[in-house]
């Protein structure tokens, strides 16, 4: 992974209960659930990472289902091609889009566990790593997890946030123990996914300059 980004300033936190609502909505489901479901949150982050990157008053069409970026792949490429993200970063949250498709257009029951000579979930699975690079691709857009939100605390177990009463450490973000099954290790690289996806949607005071800016400083 080369090169890097100018550190940021973070202007607020980005997380807190939205981590705490991501966790909910995909831990405690069936496993067809918490792929799609998954996915959706990575992809709603995805796209908020790519607006942030676009032109103020650009075509909002464009996002919508059947437009240029109506769908998760076109996302991922742009992103990638205007080094919105890191080519490790997209290479996750290509195999994220892959697991979630089979999960989606499966007609049998299938689960995280799922292999045979035509299916390999837990292969797959084993081929996500953002759980071991994800302060790596932090570091590539300029930022560390206690920047992101000082709600969050990292530690060799995993990652903490802080709950509404102020205790530290009683909600899990991610801990080690859960890449030890095929899930756990989709889920957490999803919730990283859009920890990290989330962290490039800051305030649009400092984004990119709408047309009118870029015309008035051409005359």
Not at 32 to 56: D, Q
Not at 60 to 74: A, C, E, Q
Not at 127 to 147: D, F, K, P, Q, R
Not at 161 to 166: I, M, P, Q, R, V
Request: charged share 25%; with cysteine.
């Amino acid at each position: 992974m080369t090169g890097s980004r100018t550190r940021i300033r973070w202007h607020r936190p980005l997380l807190g209960q939205g981590l705490q609502d991501i966790i909910t909505a995909i831990e405690g489901h069936s496993d067809r659930e918490a792929a799609i479901v998954g996915h959706a949150l990575v992809e709603s982050a995805l796209e908020s990472a790519v607006k942030f990157h676009l032109v103020e008053g650009f075509d909002s069409r464009m996002l919508k289902p059947g437009g240029v970026l109506g769908s998760f792949y076109p996302k991922l490429a742009i992103a990638h091609a205007f080094a919105i993200i890191p080519t490790d970063f997209k290479k996750d949250l290509d195999i994220i889009n892959d697991i979630r498709n089979k999960f989606a257009h499966s007609v049998d029951q299938i689960t995280f566990d799922t292999k045979s000579d035509s299916l390999d979930i837990p292969k797959e699975c084993g081929t996500l790593t953002l759980h071991e690079t994800y302060n790596t691709v932090l570091s590539w857009i300029g930022a560390t997890i206690e920047e992101l939100d000082p709600r969050m605390q990292e530690s060799r177990e995993g990652i903490w946030l802080t709950d509404a009463s102020g205790a530290v450490g009683a909600i899990a973000a991610f801990t080690k123990d859960e890449i030890q099954t095929n899930k756990g290790r989709y889920i957490t690289c999803v919730k990283l996914s859009w920890i990290i996806l989330e962290s490039l949607s800051i305030q649009r005071s400092s984004k990119c300059p709408s047309e009118k800016t870029l015309h008035d400083s051409n005359t």
